[in-house]
């Protein structure tokens, strides 16, 4: 076949209807952010590794460093 390309994609979600994600501002979710690395920081954790997040979380993660209160590594 000349379709093959070694690339494998995960088509999965396709086949499973999704709720849409709640539209937040990025106060909102950093805030979010916030609360869920103080759970990871009770538990013993001081980083972890975030994959495939947007350019939107993105940003907010580096907002939040410049800001510097954040609690782990990212």
Do not use: F, Q
């Not at 979010?32 to 972890?48: D, K």
């Amino acid at each position: 076949r000349n379709d093959i390309n070694g690339e494998l994609v995960d088509k999965a979600r396709d086949l499973a209807p999704l709720p849409r994600s709640a539209t937040r501002t990025p106060a909102e979710r950093v805030a979010l952010m916030r609360r869920e690395h103080l759970r990871l920081n009770a538990l013993g954790l001081t980083s972890v590794r975030d994959p495939g997040v947007s350019m939107e979380v993105l940003g907010d993660y580096a907002a939040w460093h410049r800001a510097g209160d954040r609690t782990m590594r990212v």
